[in-house]
């Protein structure tokens, strides 16, 4: 594999890390600002909803510079949001440079992920994508539990700079490492937006938005639910958090092994494990053991939708996916952004710290109804087509899914 994808991978573990990291600091940032637990929920929700409208505008935009360049672009937005977090004084300049680090995010695995597979022969276009997204899965088993540990012992000021630090190793890297390509043809904007067209395009995005928000609902507050409810130290919360990141990875592993063989099923089982693992977390919440073995099972299951979701946007939109899969990648994150919010509306309520697992539940139980009503309104209805689109052949589709496959986890 080139060097350049190792700098790709690198882009990956900082944006990555930035979005989840977060959550470990949630009490110590709140506790400098003076602000609520709920109202430091604001960075998960602010991040979430500046990636749901980076995504598809710079996604377009991108189109019209180099990748290159664009990349190198998108580094620079990502160190500047996590520098004026890192130096931010007020709670509302912290959130602003959440805002601005997020607006790089989907574009980045978006662009990357083109860019990975063309440097490589066609044979191995899966796995230089799966090359650079390692970033992403690293950074949630080793990138983000560091990064709270160095947060909560040196002041989580340190961990932004740090980030901010891996994102110019990144910029640096990507201009030295990855070849100047050729600017792509522009954009058939109109065309994209047919897809939109297919109800089960939006369907699919709607799964996405609730299935892996109820995930978010309980990982956004899970420090003060584990050092209150658990009685975790604050400490503990580092490998809490890298249990979690090994869900992730299993999941990811699922998800994609199945996607290809039994997508529906593989999401009836997935969406409806963890409706019900959230709902048992308001119970196993209150002891440490069962806490753990819960944190990792919503991880897994929750990412275990990743593949399948993706993949099945990509289906879908068959002949022009592209602005679609970028819209899908937002839609992960406008539920982390719903999410969090809600959870942060049921604690400010006097519900305590394990009702946010309530609120997941039920988005995940009401993606799973989604999954039902997509399928059986496919069973009572042909396939849709673009208007427009060129059909493809299987061999495109079988593409389209492996490289959804590769991408995954993305919201990001």
């Known amino acids: 594999m080139p060097l350049a994808l190792l700098a790709l991978a690198v882009g990956a573990f900082g944006v990555g890390t930035t979005e989840f990291v977060v959550m470990g600091l949630l009490p110590d940032i709140a506790?400098?600002?003076?602000?609520?637990?709920?109202?430091?929920?604001?960075?998960?929700?602010?991040?979430?909803?500046?990636?749901?409208?980076?995504?598809?505008?710079l996604t377009v935009l991108g189109n019209k510079v180099s990748r290159k360049k664009m990349l190198m672009a998108l580094m620079g937005l990502f160190v500047l949001g996590n520098l004026v977090s890192a130096l931010a004084p007020s709670f509302e300049l912290m959130l602003a440079g959440r805002v601005i680090a997020s607006l790089a995010h989907g574009s980045f695995f978006g662009i990357g992920s083109v860019v990975a597979a063309g440097?490589?022969?066609?044979?191995?276009?899966?796995?230089?994508?799966?090359?650079?997204?390692?970033?992403?899965?690293?950074?949630?088993?080793?990138?983000?539990?560091?990064?709270?540990?160095?947060?909560?012992?040196?002041?989580?000021?340190?961990?932004?700079?740090?980030?901010?630090?891996l994102g110019v190793i990144g910029l640096l890297g990507i201009a030295r490492l990855v070849p100047a390509m050729p600017r792509p043809e522009g954009t058939h904007l109109r065309r994209e937006l047919k897809a939109f067209r297919n109800p089960q395009v939006l369907?699919?995005?709607?799964?996405?938005?609730?299935?892996?928000?109820?995930?978010?609902?309980?990982i956004t507050y899970i420090a003060p639910m584990m050092t209150h409810a658990a009685g975790y130290s604050d400490g503990a919360v580092t490998w809490l958090l890298v249990l979690f990141g090994v869900g992730m990875f299993l999941g990811n592993l699922l998800g994609g092994r199945f996607a290809d063989r039994a997508l529906m099923p593989l999401l009836y089982a997935t969406l409806g494990g963890l409706a019900v693992v959230l709902a048992l977390f308001t119970v196993t919440a209150h002891h440490k053991v069962l806490a753990a073995i819960?944190?990792?099972?919503?991880?897994?299951?929750?990412?275990?939708?990743?593949?399948?979701?993706?993949?099945?946007?990509?289906?879908?939109?068959?002949?022009?996916?592209?602005?679609?899969?970028?819209?899908?990648?937002?839609?992960?994150?406008?539920?982390?952004?719903?999410?969090?919010?809600?959870?942060g509306v049921v604690i400010a309520a006097g519900y305590g710290y394990t009702a946010p697992n309530w609120v997941g539940a039920a988005l995940a139980a009401a993606a799973l109804g989604l999954a039902f009503w997509s399928a059986a309104l496919e069973r009572r209805t042909p396939a849709v087509g673009i208007p427009g689109a060129e059909p493809v052949g299987a061999d495109a589709v079988g593409a389209a899914g492996t490289d959804a496959e590769a991408r995954t986890p993305v919201h990001h």
């Open 31 to 57: 506790a400098d600002y003076g602000v609520s637990i709920p109202t430091a929920g604001l960075l998960v929700t602010g991040y979430a909803l500046g990636v749901v409208i980076g995504a598809p505008l």
């Open 119 to 165: 440097l490589v022969a066609p044979n191995k276009k899966a796995g230089a994508i799966a090359t650079m997204f390692t970033g992403l899965t690293v950074a949630n088993i080793v990138g983000v539990p560091l990064g709270t540990f160095i947060g909560q012992a040196v002041g989580w000021r340190t961990t932004f700079a740090l980030v901010a630090a």
């Open 203 to 218: 369907l699919a995005m709607a799964m996405t938005v609730l299935g892996f928000g109820g995930v978010f609902a309980a």
């Open 294 to 343: 819960t944190i990792l099972l919503v991880g897994a299951l929750g990412f275990a939708t990743v593949p399948p979701l993706q993949k099945r946007v990509l289906d879908q939109a068959h002949g022009a996916p592209t602005l679609a899969s970028a819209v899908n990648i937002g839609a992960f994150n406008l539920g982390n952004a719903l999410a969090a919010w809600l959870g």
